[in-house]
């Protein structure tokens, strides 16, 4: 059984390692289950600086209760280097790493501000909750309240979600205001 998550420290390296340095770009590396720590650690060990936002949980057994730290998003970790052929063949030859996540595995950078804005949220006392990855232009189903299980299109204006209805047949669509309401992805 686990309780709500509280905050703990990322784990961030910045060590010297010649995959370091000008032209350095934060990569997400998507890892096999639960190998997140194992697979920073070897990179810090290689020099190589990484970001793994973790999270507290309480698990509870029948005879304890422990403090569990687990990564906050599972299967991934972030490195900070120069993606150079040299560097790509040493993360791969990691044990647990199944790719650099990008077209064909081949590692798109992730913009700085992002990592930024996952620091800045960790080091606050904010709460916050994991949600579903959801684009304006996606198909979404609302959950809870009155428009439970209808779909639609979603689309955001001036700050304000809103969901788009269509009767696909005769070519027309209603737009209703979201706010709060949880959507999900169809």
């Not at 199944?98 to 064909?104: D, S």
């Not at 798109?108 to 080091?123: D, M, N, R, S």
């Not at 959801?134 to 304000?160: C, F, K, M, P, Y």
Request: glycine content about 8%; aromatic content about 6%.
């Amino acid at each position: 059984m686990t309780s709500q998550p509280t905050l703990c420290e990322p784990v961030v390296s910045n060590p010297v390692s010649p995959f370091s340095g000008p032209g350095s770009q934060w990569y997400a590396i998507h890892t096999r289950p639960q190998h997140e720590k194992a697979v920073v650690a070897h990179l810090q060990r290689q020099g190589i600086t990484t970001f793994l936002p973790l999270v507290n949980e309480v698990h509870r057994w029948s005879d304890r209760l422990k403090v569990v730290h687990l990564p906050l998003f599972t299967c991934y970790a972030f490195a900070h280097m120069r993606l150079v052929p040299e560097s790509w063949a040493k993360v791969m030859g990691i044990t647990g790493v199944i790719r650099f996540v990008g077209v064909r595995g081949q590692g798109v950078p992730v913009p700085e501000g992002q990592i930024h804005a996952v620091q800045a949220l960790l080091a606050s006392d904010l709460s916050y909750q994991i949600c579903p990855f959801l684009q304006v232009g996606q198909r979404v189903r609302v959950r809870g309240g009155a428009l439970n299980g209808v779909e639609g299109i979603l689309i955001a204006r001036s700050g304000e979600r809103s969901l788009v209805i269509s009767v696909e047949p005769i070519q027309r669509s209603l737009s209703v205001r979201i706010g709060d309401y949880q959507v999900e992805a169809v």
